[in-house]
Each structure stands twice: as C-alpha cells, then as structure tokens.
C-alpha cells in the first residue's frame, strides 16, 4: 500500500530509545537489550503500522517484542500507536527498521525466538518471478529456521488463498508442521487474535482471514532455497501431501 511521506515519523523515531535502524550489530545479543532478557522473545515481521502490535505489546509484558519493518513512515505511526497503549518506556518493545530479506544478518541463533509473526505480507501473486520476495517464501523460511529455538513457531495470517496455499508448501518443505489451521480465523473463534490494520479492511469486505500456526522440526530439510520455484506441479504434490496430514479444519497433527 502506498503510503505518503511522513515528516515527523524520522525525527521521532531517531530521538525513541527503543528504535534501531539496521541493527546487524545487535546480531545475537538482542535479549541484552531488553529490561528482562530472561523473558520470550518474539518477532514481528512487517509490522506496519502496530495497530495489532500495540495491543499484543500492552497485553503481554512478560513477552520481549522485536518488531520490524522497513518503512520510517509505517514504523513512525507504530511508535505512536504502542506508545499510546504502553506508555513512553515499554521495557518489552524494540521497533527495529530493516529489510526482512536479509533477516539472518539481524537475528542469528544466539537470538533463539520463541515465536515469529507474519501478518498480512504482501501476497506478491502477479507474476511467479515475484514469489521469492514473500515473508513467507524458503528463503525466508530457511532464515528464521537459524532465528528460532528449537520447536520456534510462526504465527502466520493472511487475507490471500494463494498465497496462503502456496505458503502451506514452503513450510511444509522447510520443515514446520501445522499446530492449528484455519481459514476462516474469525468464525473459528482462535484467542487471542489481535486485528491488524489490514485484517479490519479486508475483513470489512467480508474476505475470510487464514490463519496458522507452524512448529519447527528439528530436522532442517535439505534443500536450497535460492534455488527453489514453486511449480504448479510441486504445489499440487505438496497440497495434496498436506490434505493427508490435516484431516478436517483446526486439527493439526
Ligand atoms: C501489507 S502490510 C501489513 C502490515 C501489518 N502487518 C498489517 O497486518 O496491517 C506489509 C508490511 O510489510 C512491510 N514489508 C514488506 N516487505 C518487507 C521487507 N522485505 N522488509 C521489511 N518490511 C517489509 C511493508 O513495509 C508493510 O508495512
């Protein structure tokens, strides 16, 4: 979505002690820079701007956030938004302004994050060239694998079938297994479910929202994901691999 210019959202965030611009020499050395880094740590990849974020933030303060996006003009608006539901000082935020594509230079194992959400990426559907650019795509995948403590989870939403379908064969071939499914979050009833910007409008439309939640293997599959295409033939494969292990809406195995 395109999104005009923001004067102030730099300078406010430049002077906020709980932003980082880039921040690969924080790489495994995050949970320091917490108030308590004994507590979980999750990640939050495009975030935009935190409406979703806020909420989740001020309802768990036993939680460490890391909350990325590379847009100033979308990280100004999250800034205001937590602040408004945190307070100045959230000693469980970092709002952190970088390029999800090279995530591996930002986070490294020494991170270990318990969880990493993914909320409404965009779908990159117009052209299969395109593909490699999604949150969710194995090069990203094979990314958080390092990111995540074993048995990690991604929380994973969606307005997109295509791109949710497709996803469902990523993380299947990059070794996550399904805990929940649904697509339908919202008659499903799933708690606690915080809505995002974009989940309100296409909601509103009436556009049901898919939702997931994926456990890491242990076993890293083996496979180059620079390599990798999803083919028709592949997704039809992989699908039909996945309607064995999901035997009705909800139920993960
Ligand atoms: C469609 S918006 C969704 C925002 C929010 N999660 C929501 O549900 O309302 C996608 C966000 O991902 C960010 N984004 C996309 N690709 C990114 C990348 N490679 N690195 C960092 N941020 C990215 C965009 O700037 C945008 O704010």
Known sequence: MHMRTKKWARPE???CPFYTNGGE???NAWRQRFAAPEKPLHLEMGCGKGVSTAAMVADNPDINYAVCDMSPDVLGSARRNIIAACGENPGNI???RTDICFIGRVFGPEDGAERIYIHFCNPWT???KHAKRRLTHPRQLMQYREILKPGGEIWFKTDDD???QD???YLDLCGFEIRYLTHDLHAAGFTPNYISEHERKFTDLGV???FGIF???AKAPAFDPTRYRLTPGVRAEALKRLDRDVNEEGTGK
Do not use: C, G, N, Q
């Open 25 to 27: 020499e924080y790489r």
């Open 94 to 96: 970092m709002i952190l």
């Open 208 to 210: 049901p929202i898919k």
């Open 13 to 15: 965030l430049d002077a």
């Open 126 to 128: 117009e052209h299969p």
């Open 162 to 164: 295509t791109l949710f």
């Open 215 to 217: 456990r890491m293997k």
């Open 167 to 169: 996803s469902l064969v």
